[in-house]
């Protein structure tokens, strides 16, 4: 079954003297628990495709569905009906993406004066006041990626690995069915960026998330089930 499907995705972005088309029809699926990586020149339109996917940005043309049997929260009427891209409910795109989706950038986008705890805790402030569940969810994903002793420190007092780990956690604090993550070590050492990539996708399989990554880096994209290059406007599957 499809978690996610987009059909004919079109995207232009204005340049001197017209505009230049970055997404010329893009189609993709998501199944529940799949692991794709988008591969492509700089420039090609990676980041679009992923803005894309998790309602940051709309498309020109074409639509982005969230399948009804995997609708994890109501985004609707009810909690079993699916949510089609692009709408005019800014309500329903918001309550999708904070409940379905998790984020991971290069940059951490840490809060500087919030511990690693409270980054972490951010998500779920946003749909709600937090529970003591959550904190043992949160201090349970601060295990997972060795950060337990350091829940109480802030970014500023945490290395660039450490940041970029939280931030990691972070995506998945509200148990998302998608998790998007966009160069997410491309700031990182090679070394650093290993330990993360093998973490990422323990997180992953315990959690059971979808996962689309945008990367320059084989290893990174040859860890995924699918790899697609997207080059011309097009995406396509890579053997």
Request: a neutral charge; hydrophobic letters at 45%; zero cysteines.
């Amino acid at each position: 079954m499809v978690l996610l499907e987009a059909s004919g995705l079109v995207k232009s972005f204005p340049k001197a003297g017209g505009s230049v088309e970055v997404l010329r029809g893009v189609d993709f699926r998501l199944d529940p628990g799949e692991a794709v990586a988008v591969i492509g020149p700089s420039g090609a339109g990676k980041s679009t495709l992923l803005n894309l996917l998790g309602a940051l940005d709309r498309p020109d043309a074409g639509t982005i569905r969230l399948a009804a049997a995997h609708a994890a929260y109501p985004v609707g009427s009810t909690d079993r009906e699916a949510l089609t891209l692009p709408t005019r409910s800014l309500r329903a795109v918001t309550a999708w993406r904070r409940r379905v989706v998790g984020f991971v950038f290069q940059y951490h986008f840490l809060l500087p004066d919030f511990t690693a705890l409270e980054n972490l805790l951010l998500p779920v402030r946003l749909l709600r006041e937090p529970q003591p569940a959550d904190r043992e969810r949160a201090d349970s994903l601060l295990a997972a990626m060795g950060l337990t002793d350091r829940a109480d420190h802030r970014p500023g007092e945490l290395s660039g690995g450490e940041q970029q780990r939280v931030a990691v956690a972070r995506a998945f604090m509200n148990r998302p069915r998608i998790v998007l993550a966009d160069e997410p070590f491309g700031n990182l050492d090679r070394a650093k960026g290993a330990q993360l990539r093998d973490l990422l996708f323990a997180l992953r399989d315990r959690e059971g998330t979808a996962l689309v990554i945008v990367t320059h880096d084989p290893e990174l994209a040859r860890q995924a089930d699918r790899i697609l290059e997207l080059d011309g406007g097009r995406l396509r599957p890579v053997a």
